[in-house]
Structure formats: C-alpha cells, structure tokens
Nanobody
C-alpha cells in the first residue's frame, strides 16, 4: 500500500489542523493505521493509531483530548484532527500502516507516507 500524507501547514498556537493520509490499493481496511511525528533533533514518536474497523483508537498521552484519529475505509483515507495546537506539536507528521496494532512502537509498521510539516507559531 502507498501512503500520502497531506494537510500540514502553519497555524497559530491554539489553532487547529486536519491531516489526511490517502492510501492506494484495495487492502486499506486490513491495516491498522498510525500517525507518528518527528521534531527537529528528536526521535520519531507515536501520536495515534486506529484499528482496521476504526473502533480501536490509541493516543499518546501528550495529545490525548486534543487530537482525534479517524478513518474512512470507503475513501481509503485516515485523518488526524488536531485541536489546541501547541508549539511542542510542531513536527513532520508521518502516516503508517501495520498488519496489527504495534503498541507505541514504530517497528511493525510496514508502509510509510512521506510526511507533512506542521508548524505552530506562538
């Protein structure tokens, strides 16, 4: 499966953005999908993941209550609604696909998108 992330941009602190991850292929619904991010000088970190059906959702503590992950298996697209953005949310955001939930590690994700940059101004 090929993934393409989009929706990043410049937003003021406290603002909102919605990221999208479009997937090619007919097997999108068979994958757990995840969002990860990497800030300059830092390691890539888990943000959120969603089960194949969309029922199971997992979030990093740092984004819980502010970010919402969702997916549309008809449109082969995953979303990340980001509200109340903070300067520490500024990073390149990557979407990824895994055959099953991997916890908060990135090692089990087989497919990765190219990333979309989120910049938060204070």
């Amino acid at each position: 499966v090929q993934l393409q992330a989009s929706g990043g941009g410049l937003v003021q602190a406290g603002g909102s953005l919605r990221l999208s991850c479009a997937a090619s292929g007919r097997t999108f619904s068979s994958y757990v999908m995840g969002w990860f991010r990497q800030a300059p000088g830092k390691e890539r970190e888990f943000v959120a993941a969603i089960s194949q059906s969309g029922v199971g959702k997992w979030y990093a503590d740092s984004v819980k209550g502010r970010f919402t992950i969702s997916r549309d298996n008809v449109k082969n697209t995953m979303y990340l609604q980001m509200n109340s953005l903070k300067s520490e949310d500024m990073a390149i955001y990557y979407c990824a696909a895994a055959p099953s939930y991997q916890g908060r590690g990135s090692g089990g994700y087989n497919y990765w998108g190219q990333g979309t940059l989120v910049t938060v101004s204070s």
